[in-house]
Structure formats: structure tokens, C-alpha cells
């Protein structure tokens, strides 16, 4: 599996009444435990080492304001009996996407799409991409929203719920 540290510099840009753009993953991490993990603490989601070398996006109303949606990126290879999406990458950058939540009460309004509309602006700066995730199964129809299409069947992952594989193949030129 591919998988790289990727370092950028990307400014906030106010969209409506918020500002989007690269955080730092410190910001996340209350959000993250209330919407993803409740079961844990905050310091168990900010010990997560499967996210170092990641790009953490996030919307807030402020620069130094509470981090109202978010989600994270990093090139990783799809595992190779996802079809589609590794023959996909075979082609372009394989991102996967991780720990996208929207606080409960700010839903609905926007911020998920505005933040996933800056994942798809980074990885597509320098060449078409495809991005993909295990989306939990109450998330699903946001994902389908936004383009992404599913791949298998439901699967359980323990503690997390049910997730099905879903992907977007995105066009640098389309665009534009």
C-alpha cells in the first residue's frame, strides 16, 4: 500500500459566513470523539496514529473558532480487491478519506459539502485523482450527493457500525 506525507501550504478562504481550508488536527479532535467515537475520549482520538503524515481539513466561523466540520486525506492505494478503484489508481492519486463529521447541530447546513469541495481542490491542483472511503452507512446518501458512487456490500467494522465502500473519481479538467 502506497502511502506518503504530504506537506502543504493552504490558506483559509471564506466561504459564506465560514472560513475552510487545512487545520491542524489538534482542532478536530473534540469533534471527531462527539461525533465518531463517543465511546471514547478525546485523548484516545488524538493518540490515533493512523492519521500521521495526513491533511486534516475544517470549516469554522473563525480562525481561532471551534472547528464545526471536518475530514481527513492521505494517498493510500485502495486494497486490491476493490476493483474499480484500484484500477482507478492505476492511473492517478488514490486519497483516501477519513473522519469526516459535521457537528449535529450545525447538519445539514452545507459544511460537509464545503469542506469536501476543499479535499477535492487539493487533490486535484496537479492531476485528475480519485478519492475514497469507507463511508458509514448513515452517511451514505451525503456521499451519493456529492458524486460518489458505492462499490460491494454493507460490512461491519467493530465498535464503528456498518460501512460500505464508496468512491469519486475527480477531473482536474471538469473543474475548472
Known amino acids: 500500500m502506497r502511502r506518503h506525507c504530504v506537506c502543504v501550504t493552504f490558506e483559509y478562504r471564506e466561504i459564506m459566513p465560514y472560513l475552510v481550508g487545512v487545520v491542524d488536527p489538534n482542532r478536530t479532535y473534540s469533534l471527531r470523539q462527539r461525533v465518531l467515537r463517543p465511546d471514547e475520549t478525546v485523548a484516545s482520538v488524538a493518540q490515533d496514529s493512523e492519521f500521521d503524515g495526513a491533511i486534516t481539513f475544517g470549516a469554522c466561523e473563525s480562525e481561532d473558532g471551534e472547528i464545526l466540520s471536518t475530514s481527513t486525506i492521505y494517498l493510500e492505494d485502495p486494497p486490491p ?5 484500484a484500477q482507478l489508481a492505476a492511473t492517478r492519486p488514490a486519497w483516501r478519506l477519513r ?3 459535521t457537528d449535529e447541530h450545525r447538519r445539514s447546513a452545507g459544511l460537509g459539502q464545503l469542506v469536501l469541495n476543499a479535499v477535492i481542490s487539493h487533490i486535484t491542483k496537479d492531476d485528475d485523482a480519485v478519492l475514497w472511503c469507507y463511508a458509514r452507512v448513515p452517511a451514505r446518501n451525503f456521499y451519493v450527493r456529492e458524486g460518489f458512487l458505492e ?3 454493507i460490512f461491519p467494522i467493530p465498535r464503528y457500525g456498518p460501512h460500505i465502500v464508496m468512491y469519486r473519481a475527480v477531473d ?3 473543474l475548472s
Open 99 to 101: 473522519a469526516v463529521a
Open 81 to 85: 480487491h476493490l476493483t474499480p478503484i
Open 172 to 174: 482536474r479538467k471538469l
Open 151 to 153: 462499490f460491494g456490500e
